[in-house]
C-alpha cells in the first residue's frame, strides 16, 4: 500500500487536503470519488510521511475533552435528523469548529468509507473516544440506534464537563490561599526569623519556646521535603507497578477502595458507568452477556473488572444477575436490589439507568460538598499557622524589648 497526498473539493465546494492510503494513483482516485470527493491533485508521499490525517494536520496537538463533547453532540444532532452517516461526517470534516475537529471527523469518515463500522472507526481513536464511548456506540449500532447512542454519550461528557469545570472553579480560591500561605511563611521563616534569634543567642537567655519552635521547623525543613518526595516517589512507583502487574492492580485497586470517603466515592462512580452502559445495551436489544461484556470494559477500576469477569461466568452458567452481583465486595448494596427489582418486574434496563442517575446525582453532590469544604477548611487551618507564626515572631520581639529595659 502506497501513501498518497490529496487535494480534492468536497461536495458544497470546499478545499480539502488530506492523505489516502491505495495500491495505486487509480484506486487513490477512486476512493476520493466514493467518499463525495473531486480529485483535485493527487501525488504519492515517501513512506515516512505516512501516518494519521489528524496527526500530519496538526501534529502533537489532540482535540480536548471539551471538543470531543462538542464533536459528539453535533454529530448526534445531524444523526437525529436522518442525515446520512458518510453525509454528517462529511458536514463534520468541512464545518466543524476547530481544525482539531474536523480532522478528526475527516480521519473517521475515511475508515468509513473503507468499510468500517462507526465504534470500529471510533476504536481506532481510542486515546480520544474512551471504551465507554466506543461501546455505548457499538451497542446502539447493534439495534440501528446509532444516533441515539450518540446523544447519550453527549449528555454524560456535557455532564463531566460542567463537573470538572465546577471542580475546578472551586479550587481557584483555595490553591491562592495556599500561595499565599506558603508566600507568607517563608518571608516570616527567612526574614524575620534570623534577625531575631541571634539577640537571643547573644545576649545568653532563652529563647521563648515558640521561636525556639519554629526556628527548629525551619532547621528540619529540608528532611519534610525528602520525606515528601520520598512518599510522593513511592506511590507513582506503586502505581506504575500496578499497572504493569494484573494481579497486584487488582490488590492495589481493591485497597484504594478502602479508604475513606474516596473509597466509597470511587465505588459509586465506577457503578454508576457500569449500570448505565449495561441499562443502555439492554435497552438497545443486546443480550444480557453481550451487555455485561461492554459493560466491563467501561470500568477502570481493576478489582472491579476482575469481579465482574466473575458475575459473566455466574450468569453464563445459568444465575441470576442479581444474585452475582451480592457476591461483589465494595459494591454500594443498592446495586444487587434495584438489579434483583428490575428481574422480577422484568425491567432490568430501566432499573440500571435508574441506579446510574441516581449513583451520578450522589457522586455529584458529594464532589461538591468536598470542594466545598475545602476552602474553610483552609482558611482555617492557614489562619492558625500564619496566625501562629505572627504571634510567635511578636513575642520574640516583645522579649527583645524586655532584654533592653533590663
Do not use: C
Amino acid at each position: 500500500m502506497s501513501n498518497f497526498r490529496y487535494r480534492a473539493y468536497s461536495s458544497i465546494g470546499d478545499l480539502i487536503e488530506g492523505d489516502i492510503e491505495a495500491r495505486s494513483s487509480e484506486d487513490a482516485e477512486d476512493a476520493l470519488w466514493r467518499r463525495g470527493l473531486t480529485p483535485l491533485s493527487l501525488r504519492e508521499t515517501r513512506a515516512g510521511a505516512k501516518g494519521s490525517l489528524l496527526s500530519l494536520q496538526l501534529g502533537a496537538r489532540k482535540p480536548s475533552p471539551a471538543d470531543i463533547a462538542s464533536f459528539t453532540r453535533e454529530f448526534a444532532t445531524l444523526e437525529q435528523a436522518d442525515v446520512p452517516l458518510d453525509h454528517s461526517l462529511r458536514l463534520l470534516a468541512t464545518q466543524s469548529a476547530t481544525p482539531a475537529l474536523r480532522a478528526l471527523a475527516d480521519e473517521i469518515l475515511r475508515r468509513v468509507v473503507d468499510g468500517a463500522s462507526l465504534s470500529d472507526a471510533l476504536a481506532t481513536r481510542a486515546d480520544l473516544f474512551g471504551p465507554d464511548y466506543i461501546n455505548i456506540v457499538r451497542a446502539g449500532e447493534t439495534m440501528g440506534a446509532a444516533a441515539q447512542a450518540l446523544g447519550d454519550m453527549a449528555d454524560i461528557l456535557e455532564r463531566r464537563l460542567e463537573m470538572r469545570a465546577r471542580i475546578q472553579s472551586g479550587l481557584v480560591y483555595p490553591a491562592l490561599l495556599i500561595v499565599l500561605a506558603i508566600v507568607s511563611t517563608a518571608v516570616v521563616l527567612s526574614a524575620l526569623v534570623p534577625n531575631i534569634a541571634p539577640i537571643f543567642v547573644d545576649s545568653g537567655q532563652p529563647m521563648p519556646a515558640g521561636l525556639q519552635f519554629v526556628i527548629d521547623v525551619a532547621a528540619h525543613w529540608r528532611w519534610a521535603v525528602g520525606a515528601l518526595a520520598l512518599l510522593i516517589a513511592l506511590i507513582v512507583s506503586l502505581r506504575r507497578y500496578a499497572a504493569a502487574s494484573p494481579e497486584f492492580g487488582v490488590r492495589f485497586d481493591r485497597a484504594l477502595l478502602a479508604l475513606p470517603y474516596a473509597g466509597p466515592l470511587s465505588a459509586k462512580l465506577q457503578t454508576a458507568r457500569f449500570a448505565y452502559t449495561l441499562g443502555s445495551s439492554l435497552k438497545a436489544g443486546v443480550p444480557l452477556l453481550q451487555g455485561l461484556e461492554s459493560a466491563r470494559a467501561v470500568l477502570s477500576d481493576r478489582y472491579f473488572s476482575a469481579e465482574l469477569a466473575k458475575v459473566i461466568e455466574a450468569v453464563r452458567g445459568g444465575g441470576a444477575l442479581s444474585a452475582a452481583l451480592e457476591r461483589v465486595e465494595r459494591l454500594p448494596p443498592t446495586t444487587a436490589t434495584m438489579a434483583r427489582i428490575g428481574e422480577e418486574a422484568g425491567r432490568l434496563d430501566d432499573m440500571l439507568l435508574r441506579l446510574a442517575a441516581m449513583f451520578e446525582r450522589q457522586t455529584q453532590r458529594s464532589l461538591e460538598r468536598a470542594v466545598g469544604l475545602i476552602t474553610p477548611s483552609l482558611t482555617i487551618l492557614i489562619a492558625a499557622v500564619v496566625g501562629g507564626l505572627v504571634m510567635t515572631v511578636m513575642d520574640a520581639v516583645l522579649g527583645i524589648n524586655d532584654l533592653a529595659l533590663r
